[in-house]
């Protein structure tokens, strides 16, 4: 693997083709970008013919349909070799596919993580844009939360902190270890995969950002992202920074607790935006603990919930300022997975004795509308 210091030029490239910029440029401009790009791809990913993602799916059979988004429809494939793979084809509807193809492809051939999903490869044959990434069998969190089926178990108390440890930790990663840092913008429960023992990859970077570097603090950006994950002062303003992932991330953890979707149309008014619902239950510490999934069946630490809504809270906060870094995010959850291990005894701990200072909690504040 390639060290951040050596790819940086290519971090430029993967500037130059941010779908901000270019939205007025033709798919010939833009295949022409693809063309130059080609070789640095090749070095990270490999090219895939149309014909063979093709008959690694079976010509996109409905049976191996295994996801649908706004970038494109994934099936499960496999390849000559017997590898099992996810084949994304993407809905190419002007030059913005084409751009978010690129950045996804970039992003994810520099960045690599144990809690990133891994790009097997791509294909650019033609018109086609697809993507090929490692297959993971256990799907996205949002399925294992929301609308269960008959013979589904729920996820229990430990297996949730699992995930939101392994979430977190892949943000750190593009906050604090990739250079420049990267901004995921789109971090939401179906872009959390999960591989057989409930190991949590982000996916889905076509909406990723190169951060702010130097003297900057924010990156202009149109607003891009999903309605319900989407930090109130970037949609607001179109100031892009590393703390509105940490929104996103909030709502992410407020889902694996509550067992809500961040947006949920079916529920009555007044109960259909998540962060709406919950805010008088994280205002209050007395109730904190009456978010809590009815499906968990009360079986969970009290004092590690409580723990876990505090931060949920922070992240939560409307001034991006006031809301945690990802690093004490990681260290503060790290901390309550470890004590599911322990008696309850164990657990009147150290988080509660010396917390962090930067994790001290602050009330949550009125979001505007």
């Avoid at 529920?267 to 510490?285: C, H, I, M, Y």
Wanted: proline fraction near 4%; charged fraction near 20%.
């Amino acid at each position: 693997m390639s060290c951040f210091s050596c790819l940086k030029c290519h971090f430029e490239d993967v500037k130059n083709c941010d779908g901000d910029l270019g939205c007025s440029e033709s798919p010939g401009s833009i295949r022409g970008k693809d063309a130059a790009l080609s070789n640095q791809m090749a070095n990270v990913a490999r090219s895939f013919t149309f014909r063979e993602l093709a008959a690694s799916t079976q010509n996109f059979r409905a049976a191996n349909l295994i996801g649908e988004g706004g970038f494109g429809s994934v099936y499960k494939g496999r390849l000559e070799s017997g590898k099992l793979v996810a084949v994304k084809k993407l809905n190419l509807n002007g030059s913005q596919g084409n751009q978010e193809f690129i950045v996804e492809v970039l992003m994810l051939s520099l960045l690599r993580h144990s809690n990133l999903v891994t790009l097997t490869g791509y294909c650019t044959d033609g018109d086609q844009r697809l993507l090929v990434y490692e297959y993971m069998p256990l799907g996205s969190l949002e399925s294992h939360l929301f609308d269960l089926k008959p013979h589904q178990d729920p996820l229990d108390w430990q297996t949730r902190l699992k995930i939101a440890v392994g979430a977190a930790r892949g943000l750190e990663y593009l906050h604090c270890k990739a250079n420049p840092p990267v901004i995921y913008r789109d971090l939401k429960s179906s872009n959390i995969l999960l591989d057989c023992d409930f190991n949590p990859k982000l996916s889905d970077f076509g909406l990723a950002k190169l951060g702010p570097v130097g003297d900057h603090t924010h990156v202009s950006t149109r607003v891009m992202g999903t309605y319900g994950y989407c930090a109130p002062d970037y949609a607001m303003s179109g100031k892009l920074t590393i703390k509105s992932d940490i929104y996103s991330f909030g709502v992410v953890l407020l889902e694996l607790i509550a067992g809500r979707k961040a947006i949920d149309m079916t529920k009555k008014t007044g109960e259909q935006n998540l962060v709406s619902w919950a805010r008088p239950f994280l205002r209050d510490r007395k109730k904190f603990v009456q978010l809590a999934d009815p499906l968990l069946e009360d079986q969970f630490p009290a004092r590690c919930m409580h723990h876990a809504v505090a931060i949920i809270a922070m992240c939560l906060q409307e001034q991006a300022n006031f809301r945690p870094l990802i690093g004490d995010i990681v260290v503060a959850l790290e901390y309550l997975a470890s004590q599911v291990e322990f008696s309850e005894d164990h657990k009147a701990s150290t988080f509660v004795s010396h917390p962090s200072p930067s994790m001290t909690v602050l009330p949550l504040q009125n979001e505007q509308k």
